[in-house]
Structure formats: structure tokens, C-alpha cells
């Protein structure tokens, strides 16, 4: 395994045989410094059961001013440079989108669809030469069930229709390429991504190095993003929210929130705050329930059953426990 720390300005590179760990935490700083909390997460991703249950992956931590530790777990890739599907982290992308377009002022609709409320429950899926048009009224998926208006129900409808509807977004025209383009002129076009489908809450591809810079961009505050973060948002669970809520991919032994485009790490008993977005093929990208710090866990895992919430929640696990052990220098066995 290859694992890296910035120190200051400079990067410093430490490449370490698998199965060795990182140095020692210095006993007598009277701080936690960066090559501490480095340790502790490369620690935690390379040896902790959950995390070695999801190899290879790439993970990734830093802040606003770019990644301060990271590294591959498990072979040679993926990398910080592959591209991948990310499937429902296109969520916190199309949310981020929005977020730009409305000069972060979201109208009651937008936070209606964007937290998975507005009755569009009966979504399937793009076909690779729809528009986003297209897609919104091929077969089921522009179905309207009026008694699930106003409960939480996650699926691709929601923002599908809001992409769609001329009242709203108006993109119903864009195919893959033009929907691209329209995402990347308010998110910053230095950030690659591409739409294997023309699905705003599932389409996109890219790597960790371009996700990573999207989060970066919502630290610094240079997104809007950044204050809508865990704002209006909305109970998930249908067996502790029967009133509120009908369908959520989390493991019903867990309760979280959703916000606008995006997890609330709420479980009292696991969660710890962060916002996030995993993807139903293993990409995990988040932000600490703090603003300091981001996160991605990158895989491609087409695997189906299994562990409850399939490989999405299986990369979340393993992430948050990565996440933990950065933010406190300890690491997690």
C-alpha cells in the first residue's frame, strides 16, 4: 500500500509495506497534528474488519486547501485518478447544482424535491441516449402517487421531475454531454464528470480527485452548498416514521436524516453528524458534521445482496469508521 501526508505547503510521501501501519503518534504533542490523525485512518482503513470486508478502495481525507492523507487499500487500483460510476453520489452533485442556480435561496419546491418528498415514487430508469426530458416521462417514471406527497420515498423520481419540469429546473433538452456541461458552469469547471444516463441523482461519472474537489469547493465556502448542509432535513425511517417516511436504503437498524440532496449521519447510536452521499456501487463521499474536514471512499462493486444496504452502506461503514479515526488520532482495530 501507498500512503501519503501533506505537511505545511509541501507533501511528504511514505510509502509503507502492507500490513505495517503508520509511525507512532508522538505521546508528548500538546496537540493532534495532521501526521496523527494520518496514522490513525490509515491504520483503521488498511486493518479494521469492516474495511478490509470492501477491498480495494481508494480513500481520501483533507480540507478546503486540497487532500492531507490518503492512499489505495487492497491492489494497485483504483486510484485518485479512476473514473467510476458513483450512482446516488450524483445526488450531493445535482444538490450542489441547484444550490448555485437559486444563489443559495431554495424555493419551498426545490427543498420538496430535493429531500425526497414530492410523491414522484414510481422511477426506474435512463436509458443512455434519453434527455433528461425523455427520461422523465419514459414509462413509470413520471408517475405521481398524491398520498406519498410530502413523505420521504429515496429514488431517482424526485430529481428527475425537478430537472425536468419548466417551472423548476427546465432542463428537460439536456442529453448526457449537455447536462454535463450545464453542471460543470455552476459547480466550476475544473471539475471533470460525465453522465452515463441523463439521471441527475444517479448518472454521473468521474473520479475521487474530481469529487474531492467538489467538497473541497463546498468547504471553502466557495458553494453554496456548504450552508444548506443538513438544513430542512427530514426523517427517514419507515418503521420508527411510518408517518413520515416510506423507503430508505439505510439499514432499518440505523435511523438517519436526508437533507437537501443528502445523508444526515443522525443514528444515535453510530451516527456522528456528517452529511454524505453513498452510491449504490461503493462510492462514499462526505463532509464532517463540523465543515473542517471531507472524505471519499472510492469502489466499483457490483455485487447484490449480502449485507443489508449492499455495497453503499457497506462503504459508509467503513468510511465513517476512517472518518472517526482521523478526527480523533486513534485508530480503529
Known amino acids: 500500500m ?29 496537540t493532534l497534528d495532521d501526521a496523527q490523525r494520518a496514522s490513525a485512518a490509515q491504520a483503521t482503513a488498511q486493518a479494521n474488519a469492516t474495511c478490509t470486508a470492501v477491498r480495494p478502495f481508494y ?6 486547501g486540497g487532500r492531507l492523507a490518503g492512499g489505495t487499500v487492497g491492489g494497485a487500483t483504483p486510484t485518485r485518478e479512476t473514473v467510476m460510476p458513483i450512482a446516488s453520489a450524483s445526488k450531493m452533485l445535482y444538490a450542489g447544482y441547484v444550490a448555485e442556480r437559486r444563489a443559495g435561496a431554495l424555493s419551498a419546491d426545490d427543498i420538496r ?8 415514487t414510481s422511477f426506474d430508469s435512463c436509458a443512455q441516449l434519453d434527455t433528461v426530458g425523455s427520461c422523465a416521462a419514459s414509462g413509470s417514471n413520471g408517475d405521481y402517487t398524491a398520498a406519498h406527497d410530502g413523505k420521504f420515498f429515496y429514488g431517482g423520481g424526485h430529481m428527475q421531475q425537478h430537472a425536468a419540469q419548466p417551472s423548476l429546473m427546465g432542463l428537460a433538452a439536456l442529453d448526457n454531454a449537455a447536462l454535463a456541461a450545464e453542471l460543470r458552469s455552476r459547480l466550476g469547471s475544473a471539475i471533470a464528470l460525465d453522465y452515463s444516463q441523463p439521471q441527475p441523482a444517479g448518472g454521473v461519472r468521474m473520479s ?7 467538497l473541497q469547493r463546498v468547504l471553502a465556502g466557495s458553494l453554496r452548498l456548504r450552508e444548506l448542509l443538513g438544513t430542512s432535513a427530514v426523517h427517514t425511517n419507515p418503521l420508527l416514521y411510518p408517518a413520515e417516511a416510506l423507503s430508505t436504503p439505510v439499514p432499518l437498524g440505523e435511523s438517519w436524516s ?12 453510530v451516527g456522528d453528524g456528517a452529511f454524505s452521499s453513498a452510491g449504490a456501487f461503493g ?8 465543515r473542517t474536514s471531507y472524505g471519499v471512499l472510492a469502489r466499483v462493486s457490483l455485487a447484490t445482496g449480502g449485507s443489508a444496504g449492499g455495497p453503499g452502506m457497506q462503504s459508509a461503514a467503513c468510511g465513517r469508521l476512517i472518518r472517526k ?5 486513534q485508530s480503529i482495530p
Open 59 to 64: 480513500w481520501e481525507i483533507g480540507r478546503s
Open 113 to 120: 424535491f430535493l429531500s425526497f418528498r414530492s410523491g414522484y
Open 258 to 269: 436526508y437533507s437537501i440532496g443528502h445523508w444526515v449521519e443522525t443514528d444515535p447510536l
Open 2 to 30: 501507498r500512503f501519503w501526508i501533506r505537511r505545511g505547503a509541501g507533501t511528504a510521501m511514505l510509502a509503507l509495506l502492507a500490513g505495517c501501519g503508520g509511525g507512532d503518534a508522538d505521546s508528548g504533542a500538546p
Open 325 to 329: 479515526a482521523w478526527l480523533s488520532g
Open 208 to 214: 475521487a480527485a474530481d469529487y474531492a474537489l467538489f
Open 283 to 290: 462510492f462514499y463521499p462526505w463532509i464532517d458534521a463540523g
